[in-house]
Every structure is written in C-alpha cells, then in structure tokens.
C-alpha cells in the first residue's frame, strides 16, 4: 500500500482561487523543490523567524504549536527538513480514515479536496492513485492541486487523471491552481517559469495562473510573464493574489492587488484564511 508524507489534513474553507468559500479538504503533503527566500527579505536570505522556530525545535509536538511568519514561505514548515519529523508517512488507507473522520458527516457531499504542499507533484504523484481509489474516495467529484508549476506529471500519473476525470465526474473537475513564482520570490526565473509544464496540465484539467504579488512593479511583471504563458499556448485565466501569510501584511496589500487586478483586467484571489482564520496551521 502506497504511503505519503502528510505535513498537514485537515478540514476548512478554500480561501483562494476558483474554490473560494467552498468546504474542502486539505491534504499537505511534504518536500518542496524550492524555499521562496523573497517575499518581503532579499532574495536568498533565510528567515530569521524560521531559524529562530527552528531554534526550538524541540518544543513543538504539532503543526498548530509552530508560529506565523510574516516573510518568506508561509508553509515553511512543509518542506524545511528541520521540521520533518512533525510530518508522519501515512498509508493510503490511514489518510482516508482520516477524511471521513474530519467530513462533517464523515462522508463526501460537496467538499472538494485540495492536494497541496509544499510541492505536491513531487514524487507523491506515484502515491495518488492508491488513494484516490480508495472506496472511502469514491463519491469525491473535484480535487484541485496547489502546485508551483514546474513538475512534469509521470506519463502513468497522467493517464490516471485523465481516466480520473472522465470517470462519472466530468473533465473539468479536476483543477490545477498553478502559483508559479515571480520574482519578488527569490526564486530564478528560468526555473520558476515554465509554460511548458502547464501546457501538460491543461491536457488533464482545468488549468489557472495565480501570481502572489504586493507592487505595481510585481503587477507589471506578472502581466509580462502571463505574456510568456499566452505565447506557449495558455489559455485558462490568471489570478493576482496579495502577499501575506499574517493578517497585517495581508491588510497593507489586498485592497491594493484587487485594483491592480481590475485596471489590469485579471481576476482578483483573496486569501480568505487571512481574515477569517488568521491563516493559523490547520486552516
Ligand atoms: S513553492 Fe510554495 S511551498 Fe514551496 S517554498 Fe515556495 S511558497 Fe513555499
């Protein structure tokens, strides 16, 4: 039986993208191909609040014990691997144990299920399937992953979905939240940026952009970089999302991003977890 690397499963509302507002599972697998040493340090600097929560490892039993950081990846605790040991490997069957107990009515009505990270297209992709046809999974209709946009889909993972899709759910159940990562990062752009990746998505699945922005010089270079994907072919629509993993940085940015999405004729992603739950872990 496949195993996964779970850092997080628990159950709330998706706050950003296509999804927002409705119920949903999140299932937040480990390891991340990359550390997003930007958004509000300069690029390549660690954080100074994860050395200082990793500093005390020792002291944290649970995801909900570990604090916010106000900069750099919000998720940190994800991949970082001086946090792995808080993240058990669980067998398909334990995950959808799990699930049932965390349904309001420990089975699926209309919460759809939101595979994230970290990366969760890393190696997890050979692990899904197993999961996915478990019989407790069987009356799920939409999943959605939350990925960075720069993992090829393995030629069997891909034909699983899109056997997935077509089976009794319907292909545009199956979604692809792509954040890929603009510069304000800190990631190289070369590696960040890879319309062709998400050109394999949308063969499989509805297929959207997000970009996390906080200025107009992010806005500009987030409507470059779409420029790039329209080029290689993308045709699903593009997101801009505030910065923010705490509620006061959220606040200095959202109002500003949602009108830097509207003069730019973009949508517009809240991160509803902000506001609503203070984006604490669990959430
Ligand atoms: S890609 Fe996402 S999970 Fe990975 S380091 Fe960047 S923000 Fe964090």
């Known amino acids: 039986m496949s195993k996964i690397k779970i850092a997080e499963l628990f159950y709330s509302i998706q706050g ?22 930007g958004f509000g340090m300069s690029k390549g600097e660690a ?23 106000s900069t750099g990846c919000d998720s940190y605790a994800s991949w ?19 699930i049932m107990e965390i349904l309001p009515f420990n089975k699926w009505q209309d919460e759809h299920l939101v595979i994230t990270g970290g990366e969760p297209l890393l190696g997890w992709q050979r692990a899904y399937p197993d999961l996915l046809d478990h019989p407790a999974m069987k009356s799920l209709r939409e999943i959605t992953f939350e990925t960075n946009g720069t993992q090829k889909l393995t030629p069997e993972f891909k034909e699983y979905l899109i056997k997935w899709g077509l089976k009794e759910r319907g ?46 010089a992010d806005a500009e270079e987030a409507l470059e970089t779409l420029d790039i994907y329209r080029a290689e072919g993308f045709g699903g629509p593009c997101y801009l999302m505030p910065v923010g993993g705490v509620e006061s940085v959220y606040t200095l940015n959202n109002r500003r991003v949602a009108e830097l999405a509207m003069k730019n004729g973009l949508r517009y992603s809240d991160r509803l977890q902000v506001p609503l739950f203070k984006n604490e872990w669990g959430t």
Do not use: W
């Open 171 to 216: 292909y545009h159940k199956l979604t692809f939240s792509v954040s890929a990562k603009l510069s304000c990062s800190g990631e190289e752009r070369h590696e960040a940026i890879r319309p062709d990746i998400i050109r394999e998505y949308e063969e499989v699945g509805y297929t959207y952009l997000k970009f996390v922005i906080a200025t107009e």
């Open 47 to 69: 954080s100074q609040e994860v050395e200082a929560i990793a500093a005390r490892i020792h002291e944290f039993t649970k995801y909900e014990e570990l604090p916010l950081v």
């Open 80 to 98: 970082d691997p001086r946090f792995k040991d808080l993240s058990p490997m669980l067998t398909s069957d334990a995950i959808a144990e799990r």
């Open 16 to 37: 950003e993208g296509r999804y927002m507002g409705v119920p949903s599972v999140f299932l937040r697998t480990f390891g991340c191909n990359f550390k997003c040493a």
